[in-house]
């Protein structure tokens, strides 16, 4: 067994395939992929009844682009050299996929800061996640009309706090690294305005109070005695007959993925209804659906969301992962890179041999304020992310070779943040090639919904 000193090695040789200094470079080869033609690629085999509510989020706003464009810069990225340091990616680690949640470690809940979406999940290069979230950051302060000195900082302090961190849980223990948390309040204090300081108090509260009851309220009404998820199409409308067989058909393959004594606790609930919802904007025409079920009585809810897993943007610039089912890859990916877990998360096999993944609809959830936010706090902000994605990369990558790659000094966030700003040019401008692909009839993008 290798020694720290001697992967913390490893990771300092890696600079001589991907020197520090050589990520601040982005230029698109000149047989760069037209990017509308990456998303209508993408759009294959989805909902196409859907796919204009897709383009219709996607063109509202350069930020909702990137939301939308992890194939796009999957791509762009894999065409450029990198570290071959491998962590388990997110795969889509901008700012507003990180959030609010609430672990189960204890009978008491706690909120918990961390990364909220796993789709993109997969084995690769650790500055993939870093590159994508410091674009994101850039992104969203040019949305909020900071000047570009304060972009550019913003992006290099999401990469600086990453370094830090990935350098702090280098000197942790196994166990301490395992256990480490971003806990949910240390969002209040980084805010400097007291109207954010109030709005993300509210957000925190708002949160411990997302669990099914209230969503009951909120998400179903009583028709002829019984719960029913209220319609509201084409977001939320009722899943036909044959889905609801299938989806009853299929849930017990999905308890089967469960550890035993959640087994055993799922079994408690029985089902009352399903519908077909709409999520996100990436995701916009992949087959999901909520299910309703109850357990003591009918004001004892629980909300699943059964989401359609796909390959993995990553997986066609990548070496072969270690799952071939989808709904497998993004449930031990994401039990792996959050600090705790939803009990309720599991996958299975649905109709026409399509990969779903379960999970809870609400639990305890909230995400950021990002529109508005002034410098200072976007920084903050930003800081915050790149702390709990070091801690995500730590869980699942070799923490002592990133931390050697990393450094001391601040090479590595300059670069980063250079690749950033240029970055988020790229973007604005294949953005701006998805509106003249919607004016010229080439793809139909309806208003957001």
């Given at each position: 067994?290798?020694?720290?000193?001697?992967?913390?090695?490893?990771?300092?040789?890696?600079?001589?395939?991907?020197?520090?200094?050589?990520?601040?470079?982005?230029?698109?080869?000149?047989?760069?992929?037209?990017?509308?033609?990456?998303?209508?690629?993408?759009?294959?085999?989805?909902?196409?009844?859907?796919?204009?509510?897709?383009?219709?989020?996607?063109?509202?706003?350069?930020?909702?682009?990137?939301?939308?464009?992890?194939?796009?810069?999957?791509?762009?990225?894999?065409?450029?050299?990198?570290?071959?340091?491998?962590?388990?990616?997110?795969?889509?680690?901008?700012?507003?996929?990180?959030?609010?949640?609430?672990?189960?470690?204890?009978?008491?809940?706690?909120?918990?800061?961390?990364?909220?979406?796993?789709?993109?999940?997969?084995?690769?290069?650790?500055?993939?996640?870093?590159k994508r979230l410091a674009v994101s950051v850039a992104v969203a302060a040019r949305a909020n009309g900071h000047p570009e000195p304060k972009v550019r900082r913003a992006a290099l302090e999401a990469v600086a706090a990453y370094r830090t961190a990935v350098r702090r849980l280098a000197g942790l223990g196994e166990l301490a690294v395992w256990y480490d948390r971003v806990d949910a309040e240390r969002l209040l204090p980084l805010l400097r305005s007291a109207h954010r300081r109030h709005r993300a108090g509210a957000s925190l509260a708002r949160a411990r109070r997302r669990t099914s009851l209230p969503a009951l309220g909120k998400l179903a009404e009583v028709v002829d005695g019984r719960h029913r998820i209220i319609q509201d199409p084409p977001l939320l409308q009722a899943a036909g007959a044959s889905d609801s067989a299938a989806l009853r058909k299929i849930f017990s393959d999905y308890r089967s993925t469960l550890p035993e004594e959640r087994r055993l606790l799922l079994d408690r609930y029985r089902f009352v209804d399903a519908a077909r919802k709409v999520v996100g904007v990436g995701s916009v025409g992949l087959r999901c659906f909520v299910v309703l079920l109850a357990g003591r009585d009918a004001d004892d809810p629980l909300f699943l969301q059964l989401k359609e897993a796909r390959t993995s943007v990553l997986e066609d610039h990548l070496p072969t992962g270690p799952y071939t089912h989808p709904g497998h890859r993004v449930v031990a990916g994401q039990r792996l890179l959050q600090a705790a877990g939803d009990i309720f998360l599991g996958w299975t096999t649905g109709p026409q041999g399509r990969a779903y993944y379960w999970r809870q609809l609400r639990d305890v959830q909230g995400a950021a304020d990002v529109d508005g936010m002034d410098p200072a706090d976007l920084r903050a902000y930003a800081r915050l992310c790149g702390t709990a994605l070091a801690r995500a990369h730590a869980r699942s990558g070799d923490r002592f070779a990133l931390a050697g790659y990393l450094g001391r000094a601040d090479t590595f966030d300059r670069a980063v943040a250079e690749f950033a700003l240029a970055y988020a040019d790229q973007n604005a401008a294949d953005h701006g090639t998805l509106r003249a692909a919607v004016a010229a009839g080439v793809v139909t993008a309806a208003p957001d919904v």
């Open positions: 067994m290798t020694t720290p000193a001697e992967r913390a090695r490893r990771g300092r040789d890696a600079r001589g395939r991907m020197p520090r200094s050589g990520h601040g470079r982005w230029l698109p080869s000149v047989d760069r992929p037209d990017p509308v033609a990456v998303l209508e690629r993408q759009g294959r085999d989805r909902l196409s009844e859907l796919l204009p509510v897709r383009y219709g989020r996607m063109t509202s706003s350069p930020s909702a682009f990137l939301r939308g464009s992890a194939a796009v810069m999957a791509a762009d990225l894999a065409a450029r050299p990198h570290t071959g340091l491998t962590v388990q990616l997110c795969g889509d680690a901008h700012l507003l996929n990180f959030g609010l949640y609430g672990a189960h470690s204890t009978a008491r809940r706690t909120l918990h800061f961390d990364l909220t979406n796993f789709d993109e999940t997969f084995p690769g290069p650790f500055e993939w996640d870093v």
